[in-house]
């Protein structure tokens, strides 16, 4: 495997549900990030984790909890989701976070997975 | 307002022509760093292009560059000698924040249509 891979790909759950994202990278970073990407909005930034540890939490709802067990691995945990809660979530890596001026901070994505809540 | 703004939801372009995609960033930081993705329809978004805050020279990769305009606060993306391929959505992201505390913000995006 390379570069960054994400599981599953597509995803249905209902509201009452527990169900995990998993994220891998293949590319020895020591950040990775999840994102959620909905119909006509921006990209939103979820959770940042630079070598393991959670570096921002952009007021994501508590129902979302991210869990990063070593800087090769990233997991997003979902329980009791609401139908809005349905997008694309994605999933990077970069060698550093907020490396200024090097673009170390450079983002590479996997790709994706489609969540839909009934 | 606005972080990163993208005002062309939509570009058509002739094969083989030149595109520019704009984008505007609103940052009152000193250092920080602009991006460029590209999101084909399969959904994975590809980095293309990166600018820091003090690179004097604008960012080149291959097809694509970037011109950065500091004073006006623009990073437009220009595609060269476009092709049927580079049909995607383009985002524009920036990066801002010190101190170990940053955040990624990304514009809305613009849909590049190649036409043959």
């Known amino acids: 495997e390379t570069g960054v891979t994400q599981t599953p790909r597509h995803l249905v759950m209902g509201m009452t549900n527990k169900k995990s994202l998993k994220c891998e990278q293949h590319?020895?970073?020591?950040?990775m990030y999840w994102y959620k990407q909905s119909a006509k909005k921006p990209l939103e930034l979820m959770f940042v984790y630079s070598l393991e540890e959670r570096v921002e939490n952009n007021s994501v709802p508590s129902r979302f909890s991210p869990e990063c067990p070593n800087s090769s691995h990233l997991f997003l945990h979902l329980h009791t989701l609401q139908p809005e809660d349905s997008a694309l979530y994605l999933c990077?890596?970069?060698?550093?976070?907020?490396?200024?001026?090097?673009?170390?901070?450079?983002?590479?994505f996997g790709p994706g997975t489609r969540l839909t809540v009934l | 307002a606005q972080k990163i703004t993208q005002t062309q939801p939509g570009m058509f372009v002739q094969e083989k022509e030149a595109v520019t995609l704009d984008c505007t960033y609103d940052?009152?930081?000193?250092?920080?760093?602009l991006f460029w993705y590209k999101q084909p329809s399969s959904g994975e978004m590809i980095f293309l292009i990166y600018q820091g805050s003090y690179d004097e020279q604008n960012a080149t990769e291959g097809r694509y560059s970037l011109n950065f305009q500091k004073a006006r606060k623009s990073a437009n993306l220009v595609i060269s000698a476009s092709q049927l391929g580079d049909s995607a959505m383009y985002f524009c992201?920036?990066?801002?924040?010190?101190?170990?505390?940053?955040?990624?913000?990304f514009g809305t995006g613009t849909r590049l249509k190649v036409l043959a």
């Open positions: 590319l020895g970073h020591n950040a």
């Open positions: 940052t009152s930081d000193q250092s920080y760093g």
């Open positions: 990077a890596s970069s060698q550093d976070v907020g490396a200024s001026g090097t673009g170390g901070d450079t983002q590479y």
């Open positions: 992201a920036m990066r801002e924040g010190e101190g170990g505390t940053y955040k990624y913000i």
